[in-house]
């Protein structure tokens, strides 16, 4: 492990602007394997020859040709269901061609096995101090009771809309990233996450960055139970009551956001690579 050398590669085509939504996990890989001792990089769209390339975004890069004698490695981190459109047949090339596949849930590695892709290993999302990115905000600084990012469709806005039906005020982000999204986080008194797909998967790149920031969340109820007692879990249709609820209970709010923070730290990233490396 000490001899090897990695390359975090974040896919990034011209002009798609989605690519960031991964930056996080980059951030996180770079700095557990810095942790660990072990050389590594990060760069967009660069591979390189003598290292073995952690690929983030590998679906937006369907050409397993390119990439043929190259030692990569993709961080699988999309949610695959019936609905989705995540697994193509260039993109299970691209999976089938290299030296093994990372994936973050492990409801996903059945679906991974049916398509032929071997030497898949679990990897979930971990906790890493420099990951406490999200700037602190004292209680008068929180202007929006609700914070929701993300694509929006007609399940996701109806909850939007009754909670700002109960005169709550709420804020939506669409292609918002980095410092931008992060200020938003910080003046929200709590963050909804409410699924896109009747499959209900849970958002865990998206929930891990939340829970270590400490930040209180929201989220529809799912089949996974990944971050079990560290967020506050309900049914759809209780995702408005609930957000009253905690919105009006400041004591109660923190708290959440308190020991979702807490029971995470107990999962480093850096635990979990060393034991995959």
Request: aromatic content about 8%; proline content about 6%; some cysteine.
């Amino acid at each position: 492990m000490a001899d090897a050398r990695y390359n975090i590669v974040l896919i990034d085509p011209p002009g798609y602007g989605h690519a960031m939504a991964f930056w996080e996990v980059a951030m996180l890989l770079e700095a557990s394997l810095t942790t660990l001792g072990i050389p590594v990089t990060l760069q967009n769209n660069r591979f390189e020859a003598d290292a073995t390339n952690i690929v983030l975004g590998y679906h937006l890069f369907p050409d397993a040709a390119a990439l043929r004698g190259l030692r990569y490695i993709p961080y699988q981190l999309e949610q695959f269901s019936p609905e989705s459109v995540w697994i193509t047949p260039a993109q299970v090339e691209v999976l089938r061609g290299a030296t093994e596949v990372w994936e973050y849930s492990a409801r996903n590695l059945s679906i991974l096995e049916a398509q032929g892709i071997g030497n898949v290993k679990l990897l979930p999302l971990g906790y890493h101090p420099k990951l406490e990115m999200i700037p602190p905000a004292g209680a008068e600084e929180k202007v929006v009771d609700v914070l929701h990012y993300g694509s929006l469709n007609p399940r996701r806005q109806k909850v939007l809309s009754e909670l700002q039906q109960a005169g709550l005020r709420v804020e939506s982000l669409m292609g918002v990233y980095g410092r931008e999204r992060d200020e938003a986080i910080a003046r929200a008194k709590l963050v909804i996450s409410i699924h896109f797909y009747q499959a209900k998967i849970l958002p865990q790149v998206r929930i891990a960055y939340l829970l270590n920031n400490a930040v209180p969340v929201v989220c529809e109820a799912s089949e996974e139970e990944a971050f079990a007692e560290m967020i506050a879990t309900v049914p759809y249709v209780s995702l408005t009551e609930t957000c009253v609820a905690l919105v009006k209970d400041r004591e109660s709010r923190q708290a959440l956001g308190r020991r979702g923070y807490e029971l995470f730290r107990q999962r480093p990233m850096t635990e979990y690579l060393r034991r995959l490396l």
